[in-house]
């Protein structure tokens, strides 16, 4: 194959990692999970590694050793139990998304003080963030399959626009 159709095969690739991820969103998350164990893993190796040659000429070589253990035994729990990363993304991306919903609260009621017009719309939007990430704390696997599914529409994009670029070039 020559090097000019790579696109194709990658982009074709993406298409059909994108419509499998959105078939199946909690394999994608769980997919997702395993290689984000996998890179906190090897990360946490190469610092302990650091760490241990540091010792010598660095004062806090300790707290560096302790946190890449940390960062090993994190990995090694993302391997073995993809899921809890896959509720723990959902349940993180709950509390960003209650706590940027108060803010915007803040800021709605700071413009009604200063007697700013479109405070309610903003304010509105606080709330129905409020509620969206309560929602999703009550429910994480709900959270999981969604944010599984806009993964899969994300790749299917990727590729998708690798294919449109290759076919839509203009010829030499």
Do not use: K
Not at 87 to 100: G, R, Y
């Amino acid at each position: 194959m020559r090097f000019r159709h790579w696109p194709v095969l990658s982009g074709g690739i993406l298409v059909v990692l994108g419509v499998l991820c959105i078939a199946q969103p909690g394999a994608a998350l769980a997919s997702v999970a395993w290689i984000v164990g996998l890179l906190t893993l090897a990360s946490g190796v190469s610092s302990l590694l650091f760490a241990l040659r540091a010792e010598a000429f660095l004062p806090n070589a300790g707290t560096r050793t302790l946190c890449a253990i940390f960062r090993i035994v994190l990995g090694l729990l993302f391997l073995c139990n993809g899921i809890l990363l896959a509720v723990s993304l959902a349940v993180l991306f709950a509390f960003w998304i209650v706590f940027e919903s108060l803010r915007l609260i803040v800021q709605a009621l700071s413009l009604r003080r200063a007697g700013t017009g479109g405070w309610q719309f903003a304010c509105g939007l606080g709330i129905g963030g409020v509620l969206l990430g309560v929602g999703i704390l009550r429910q994480p696997e709900t959270a999981v399959a969604t944010l599984g599914t806009l993964i899969g529409l994300a790749v299917l994009a990727a590729g998708s626009f690798r294919l449109i670029a290759f076919f839509c070039r203009r010829p030499r």
